[in-house]
């Protein structure tokens, strides 16, 4: 019996100035030294590309433990290396000291055209570099108001997953993000229950429980209550994770809200 993990993911997006984003990394590491949270609640920060060596030396100087506090990056490009300007490959940011890659964010699918078949290549290329990967999932408003959310999540849960895949998958409703708005508890219960139902075949098993977690529009207010849903991992922060508060507040709610469950 091992017990299962929750996470809480601050993704800065382009959001931290440099050294407002040390000194805001700074800020979380000195909150888990002085008030450390359960071992079962992992946090990362996703800062910016340009800001993955600083953050990784500010972590390095308090000095917890990875499984603790890690680093992630915000992408990364499908291959360990080549003639591709401007892009940065997992091989890269793994030797800055992330240890996860966010991959298939909206933001990125709908900025960059990313494919779900692109996604599934850089999931495959982050893995191969021991990265673990964080892909995000979710429908659009139109999609969900047509009924249309259960397919979109199957999917992309099919296209974006590669055949035995093990990372995390977060559940974003594109319509969440930014938008001060949650989806009602009843929602993401379905929606989690039914992502949970959709894993197994991209996992090629049963036996494996994926962290899935939720993000959109995530503070420490509604923090407790989407915690407290058996089906929930974790959540994935925007705005709320650019203040060292505010972030560690979530913290404290998630822990507050997830006793240590047992998975055989
Ligand atoms: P907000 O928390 O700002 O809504 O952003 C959510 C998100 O996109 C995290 O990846």
């Known amino acids: 019996m091992t017990t299962v993990p929750k996470f809480v993911i ?3 997006k382009m959001q931290a100035r440099h050294e407002y984003g040390l000194e805001l990394a700074r800020g979380v590491a000195q909150g888990l030294r002085d008030n450390p949270p359960p071992s079962h609640l992992h946090t990362i920060l996703c800062p910016p590309f340009t800001q993955l060596a600083g953050v ?3 972590l390095d100087e308090i000095g917890l433990p990875n499984e603790q506090l890690a680093l992630g990056a915000q992408d ?3 291959a360990a290396s080549g003639p591709f300007t ?3 490959s997992p091989q890269m940011i793994k030797a800055l000291g992330a240890s996860y890659v966010i991959l298939g964010h909206s933001e990125r ?8 078949a692109v996604i599934r290549q850089k999931v495959k290329a982050a893995t191969a570099a021991g990265v673990t ?5 979710g429908e659009h408003l139109a999609e969900r108001n047509e009924g249309r959310a259960a397919s979109v999540l199957a999917s992309q849960i099919e296209g974006s997953l590669t055949r035995g895949f093990r990372g995390i998958v977060a559940y974003e409703p594109v319509w969440a993000i930014g938008s001060g708005i949650t989806p009602s508890h009843e929602e993401l219960q379905r929606k989690l229950t039914l992502i949970r139902a959709l894993l197994p075949m991209r996992l090629m098993t ?6 899935v977690l939720y993000g959109g529009s995530v503070t420490s207010v509604q923090a407790p209550s989407i915690m407290s849903i058996e089906a929930v ?8 994770s650019l203040e060292a508060q505010s972030f560690l507040d979530i913290i404290t709610a998630a822990a507050e809200a997830t006793t240590p469950q047992l998975t055989s």
Request: glycine share 12%; with cysteine.
């Open 233 to 240: 991992d974790g959540v994935l922060v925007g705005s709320a």
């Open 133 to 137: 990967p964080i892909v995000c999932i």
């Open 10 to 12: 601050g993704n800065w």
């Open 86 to 88: 401007g892009d940065i």
């Open 76 to 78: 990364c490009y499908p």
């Open 56 to 58: 990784h030396s500010e």
């Open 109 to 116: 699918r709908q900025n960059h055209g990313e494919t779900d």
């Open 206 to 211: 049963d036996d494996i429980r994926v962290p």
